[in-house]
Each structure stands twice: as structure tokens, then as C-alpha cells.
């Protein structure tokens, strides 16, 4: 059974940081493409960030330079770091793979406010 379970969200005020885990299972986790979109109120669903199993690495525009993909195959988990983090970075955080089909984590919350 594939799970993909996030962790790491929270409330942070502008100009912080979190660390968003991704801990997968179920599925051989070194052969898919990893990624975090997000999910704000009113809005469509964005891409913030993905890995692809060779460790080659794609952003969003609204967080280039700000957040950082990451992988652990041997955890089975991939991260993001984010840094310096804005208001308009308030979201759900979901993790998802991909390879011949796309799996999906329930997301975690992030909220930024001061």
C-alpha cells in the first residue's frame, strides 16, 4: 500500500524558516520523480518544487532561491527547506510521486503570519 505521509508544517512568521519531511513507502522510492505542490485557498493548485531520481532538481519562480528540494532514498523521504518564507507562502503542502502513476499525500499545513 503506498503512504506518503508529510510533517513539518506549521505557523512561522514572515522571514522564517520550516523544514517539510515526505515519508514514502509502499513503492520503490529511488526510481520515481519526488515534489511538493502546494494548495491555497481560491487558488490553483501549484508546483513548488520536484527531484527526479537522478537528483536533478525544477522550481517554482515564487520560491527560486528561497526553498530547496531535497532526497534521501535510502529514507525514503524527500524535504524542502524553506527559507525566508512570505505570507502569499501560506498553503497546504502536498507530497507526491511520480513515475507511471501519481501518488499523493493528504499535505500539511503551512501558514505564515505575524
Known amino acids: 500500500q503506498v503512504q506518503l505521509v508529510e510533517s513539518g508544517g506549521g505557523l512561522v512568521q514572515p522571514g522564517g524558516s520550516l523544514r517539510l519531511s515526505c515519508a514514502a513507502s509502499g513503492f520503490i522510492f529511488s526510481t520515481y520523480t519526488m515534489g511538493w505542490y502546494r494548495q491555497a485557498p481560491g487558488k490553483q493548485r501549484e508546483l513548488v518544487a520536484s527531484?527526479?531520481?537522478?537528483?536533478?532538481?525544477n522550481y517554482a519562480d515564487s520560491i527560486m532561491g528561497r526553498f530547496t528540494i531535497s532526497r534521501d532514498n535510502a529514507k525514503s523521504t524527500v524535504y524542502l527547506q524553506m527559507n525566508n518564507l512570505r505570507p502569499e507562502d501560506t498553503a497546504v503542502y502536498l507530497c507526491?510521486?511520480?513515475?507511471?502513476?501519481?501518488?499523493w499525500g493528504l499535505g500539511t499545513q503551512v501558514t505564515v503570519s505575524s
Open positions: 507526491y510521486a511520480e513515475r507511471l502513476a501519481v501518488y
Open positions: 527531484i527526479a531520481r537522478g537528483g536533478s532538481t
